[in-house]
């Protein structure tokens, strides 16, 4: 782990180089695919000067925390691509497995034969089936299958023609990748026009650039010999990695006859732009392919006249195939489509950052309100992640209009309960109301934007609950204020003294650190429609669940939660709104003595809102909030069937709404 209180997400991928081969692309193009609260924490180590791709990257929009060529001070994990692990501090490492080819295997092995507990993706379904021995021998977890994304959803096919087929064909010019069966494909058919992208200084090893160099001469000899010259639209291999939509336009046909690829980026790009592939059979992207709806699918033959034979035939089949099944394929694979919802999983367990899990014990209610810093709810969300026990899922709770609720969704790739209303003191209650009663976990654990979790919370909490038998756990708390931490005195009391009246002075129990069984809460009513008075959604829980018959446990051996103290901490809002008018009113818990209490001859609470509060918890005034939760992402806004969500202007700066008392 990363030191500090509360560690904080910071993932870096190490890449070999930024050659212009298909795992540098891929490695560019699954950062970019990350969320951006992950993406802005991520680094790319490059362990080499050889940077071809870096600069039309750059130039194309490609950005996150860092690019550099020396060793990250202080990363929360590692994702491999061919990279070194040598003389680097221990950090959760997870691998991205390219290569299907015995050059490939032989590597992994002999570079990561020791390696132990490691997370895995391959980019296609054989390539992990081709490591499944080794990782095994490893004893390394799969995170599944994550293809290469691709950046285009378009349309650029170019209009069928009895005298002319465009086929596209894109790679380094070696014997393997099929090369040498292009100038004997034109040769069968005058009609062929190959727009071959190779040829350029693509970087690498030398004895790669000069094997490549050799290809080059003998490939352009013999399309010399064919007579095929002037059907070769021959370009540059030196491209902007993001964008393929203007090399495929009018192109009928993509071309990708390797002996093999592990997935075969090119392909998937040309079916996101709508332009039907023919590939051969030991290609991982032939698991987005269905012969005849948007490519065909042909075996490698070692003689390139022969191989060329079988890609004449298919790629006369696969030019009449429609540009939309095309599309409709790759639609999972386009971060312009459905990308990050289908891998985002994989990635986020890659990158040590996951919010979900697939089996959940835990629902966890992350809130913040419209006017408070993102860069918090961040931290919040990145204590989260850390969490050493996995078993929990994530909504997201937003006080404030649909619009700006569904960008932070976006942000985080969660679910959304949004107010829909201009954010108020009053709303937060509502929030967490609708969370528990939609909630579909053994546990409920409200956390708010101020609020961080050390790693061991939940492992904690969920086991203190499993042998207590309890229903609600809190433990102590650390303050954070002014970027120093210091051991919070409040809570100060014994937990026993909660409920021995209906003082809400005796509320010994911090939100922040609560995690409650889900089944309690909703039999003693949940949270208030609308928090009223100081103790804002808390206290009338919890004595409602006191009255019920639930079981609390506090555990005073650790103070697993951070509380953030910042200048717009929710006490002045609701002294303000609920407590004594005059300025000689008591101080609060947050900023007074252990001696200290609002019920001090200082000042007293308002009698109304104090009354308000105290009548809110009792059982008979719960609303019902039973019966099933809508089976939709976003939660409906409504406050009842009858009821609104109100506004009180009674103070200028109620937009400022810090999470709990």
Not at 87 to 99: A, E, F, I, N
Not at 360 to 376: A, C, Q
Not at 576 to 590: D, H, I, L
Not at 624 to 633: A, L, Q, T
Request: glycine share 6%; with cysteine; net charge positive.
């Amino acid at each position: 782990m990363r030191a500090g209180l509360v560690p904080q997400i910071a993932p870096c991928f190490i890449s070999h180089n930024l050659a212009l081969g298909g795992a540098q692309i891929a490695v560019l193009r699954m950062i970019r695919a990350l969320p951006d609260w992950v993406r802005e924490r991520t680094s790319l180590y490059v362990q080499a000067d050889d940077m071809p791709l870096l600069e039309p990257a750059v130039k194309a929009g490609f950005t996150c925390k860092t690019i550099t060529t020396k060793p990250i001070d202080d990363p929360s994990c590692y994702v491999l691509s061919y990279g070194n692990l040598a003389g680097l501090p221990d950090r959760p490492t997870s691998l991205l497995l390219h290569s299907w080819d015995d050059e490939g295997w032989r590597f992994i092995n002999r570079a990561y034969g020791d390696a132990r507990g490691w997370r895995v993706a391959g980019v296609s379904q054989q390539v992990l089936k081709r490591f499944q021995p080794w990782i095994a021998d490893g004893g390394h977890e799969v995170a599944g299958v994550l293809p290469p994304p691709v950046t285009e959803f378009a349309r650029v096919k170019g209009r069928q023609g009895k005298n002319r087929i465009v086929v596209a064909w894109m790679g380094r010019p070696l014997e393997q990748k099929g090369l040498f069966s292009l100038p004997y494909l034109m040769k069968l058919d005058p009609r062929i026009v190959v727009r071959c992208f190779t040829g350029a200084i693509t970087g690498g090893h030398p004895y790669t650039r000069r094997v490549q160099t050799e290809a080059m001469e003998k490939f352009l000899a013999l399309c010399d010999k064919l007579k095929v010259r002037h059907q070769l639209d021959l370009r540059p291999l030196d491209f902007d990695p993001f964008n393929y939509q203007e090399r495929l336009r009018g192109c009928h046909v993509l071309l990708g006859n390797s002996r093999r690829e592990g997935f075969l980026l090119t392909a998937a790009e040309a079916l996101s732009c709508g332009v039907p592939v023919v590939v051969t059979r030991d290609c991982g992207v032939t698991e987005f392919i269905t012969e005849g709806v948007n490519g065909c699918v042909i075996d490698w033959n070692e003689d390139p006249r022969k191989l060329a034979k079988k890609c004449l035939a298919a790629i006369e089949r696969a030019a009449k195939l429609k540009a939309g099944d095309a599309l409709t394929s790759a639609q999972s694979l386009s971060t312009a489509a459905t990308y990050q919802d289908v891998y985002g999983d994989v990635l986020a367990k890659l990158t040590h950052t996951s919010l979900q899990s697939a089996a959940p014990r835990v629902t966890v209610g992350l809130r913040i309100h419209k006017g408070m810093r993102i860069d918090h709810l961040d931290q919040a969300a990145s204590s989260l992640a850390s969490q050493t026990y996995r078993n929990f899922k994530t909504v997201l709770l937003v006080d404030g209009p649909w619009e700006y609720g569904e960008q932070l969704a976006a942000r985080y790739d969660l679910p959304l309960i949004c107010t829909g209303e201009e954010p108020d003191i009053t709303h937060c209650s509502w929030l967490h109301r609708q969370a528990v009663a939609q909630c579909d976990t053994e546990f409920y654990k409200p956390l708010d934007y101020d609020d961080q979790l050390l790693p061991t919370y939940l492992e904690r909490a969920i086991a203190m609950l499993d042998s207590q038998q309890a229903d609600v756990y809190g433990c102590l708390l650390t303050s954070l204020e002014n970027d120093q931490f210091s051991a919070r005195w409040w809570p100060n009391k014994p937990i026993q003294t909660m409920f021995a009246s209906r003082n809400s002075d005796l509320n010994q129990l911090p939100h922040s650190s609560v995690l409650m069984r889900t089944s309690a809460a909703i039999k003693a009513g949940n949270y208030n429609e609308r928090a009223v008075g100081l103790g804002a959604d808390d206290y009338q829980l919890w004595y409602r669940l006191y009255q019920t018959g639930a079981k609390f446990f506090r555990d005073d051996d650790v103070r697993n939660v951070v509380y953030r103290i910042h200048e717009k901490n929710s006490l002045k809002i609701r002294k303000a709104r609920y407590g004594a008018a005059s300025a000689s009113a008591a101080p609060s818990p947050v900023e007074s003595s252990p001696a200290a209490s609002f019920t001090s001859k200082a000042g007293k609470l308002i009698t109304g809102a104090a009354a308000a509060s105290l009548l809110l918890a009792t059982p008979a005034m719960a609303s019902d909030v039973g019966g099933k939760p809508p089976d939709r992402k976003h939660a409906a806004p409504s406050a009842g069937p009858d009821k609104k969500i109100q506004r009180t202007d009674s103070n200028p700066d109620d937009t400022l709404i810090p999470p709990h008392s």
